[in-house]
């Protein structure tokens, strides 16, 4: 890895990274994969689900990492897949969306979950039903639905008293799951750690190290299958609650100079 000895005038020279677990992938590229979750961690946090802003200089970091590591780089997100290309326009990187419930590989096979017509109705209710909670809102994502409450944090208990019913009508198949001032009901078999697996049964990440980086409790699955598979996990954010991640770095922006760092 080599660092440029002068910034050009203006030009902020990204902090080389002294996180053990990012530097191993820069020393051992072709032993290491690299999971990374997007709200939260690649992404500084908005008071809304569209007010996201992605810098313009990620995608190709990401892509770089991604050469760098032969293709062993995923986005794992509570998004849908559907909503991840576009962030990163032009590049199309393998991603897990909807908490791993659906998945598109390295290949570009992409495995969908369903939604039931009886889903599909479950989402007209809910958002009838949060009219009357101004600031609260709904997000669509196809095979599962979140309901927000960061522009609203008093209606925390009415949001999760009303996902707690509306899931019980749902039936098995669907879960609750809880998320930064979010509720959302995704399909049963929605797990990070299991998306993390699967990509790991394949190539190109199969035989490699995983690196999980997340920030929030739905990223727990994936530090559970790296840590027990030799590999590392990253929480972002400040220490907050029981975590299994083994290192943390303080915020989605040192993360993103870190990842530039390793990128150049
Ligand atoms: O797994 P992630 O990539 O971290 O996605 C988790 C959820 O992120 C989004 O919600 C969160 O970020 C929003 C934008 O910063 C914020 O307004 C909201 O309060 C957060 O909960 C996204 O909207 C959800 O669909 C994801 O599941
Ligand atoms: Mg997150």
Redesign the pocket.
């Known amino acids: 890895m080599t660092y440029k000895e002068q910034p050009e005038q203006g030009e902020a020279e990204p902090a080389p990274p002294n996180e053990p677990a990012l530097t191993a992938l820069s020393l051992y590229p072709d032993e290491w994969a690299l999971f990374l979750?997007?709200?939260?961690?690649l992404?500084?946090?908005?008071?809304?689900?569209e007010?996201?802003t992605v810098p313009p200089a990620l995608p190709f970091v990401l892509e770089t990492l991604s050469r760098r590591l032969g293709g062993a780089l995923a986005l794992?997100?509570?998004?849908a897949v559907a909503f991840v290309d576009p962030l990163f326009t032009p590049f199309h990187f393998s991603v897990a969306g909807l908490?791993g419930a659906e998945r598109r590989d390295a290949a570009g096979r992409l495995r969908r979950a369903l939604i039931p017509p009886a889903f599909q109705e479950m989402k007209r209710m809910i958002a009838r039903e949060i009219e009357a909670w101004p600031g609260v809102l709904v997000?669509d994502?196809g095979a599962a639905v979140?309901v927000?409450y960061?522009l609203a944090p008093e209606r925390e208990a009415d949001v999760a008293e009303m996902m707690q019913r509306y899931l019980q009508e749902a039936g098995p198949d669907w879960i609750l799951q809880h998320?930064?001032?979010?509720v959302?009901i995704c399909p049963a078999h929605a797990s990070k750690g299991h998306a993390v697996e699967a990509f790991l049964n394949e190539p190109p990440f199969n035989g490699r190290r995983p690196l999980a980086i997340?920030?929030?409790v739905?990223?727990e699955t994936m530090f559970a299958v790296a840590n027990r598979l030799g590999g590392q996990s990253v929480r972002i954010g400040p220490p907050k609650g029981k975590t299994l991640a083994r290192a943390s770095i303080p915020s989605p922006g040192r993360l993103r100079e870190i990842l530039a760092a390793l990128a150049k």
Do not use: M, Y
């Open positions: 979750d997007i709200d939260g961690t992404l500084d946090l908005a008071e809304t689900p007010a996201i794992v997100t509570g998004r908490h997000e994502k979140a927000h960061r998320g930064k001032l979010v959302e997340g920030d929030d739905t990223d």
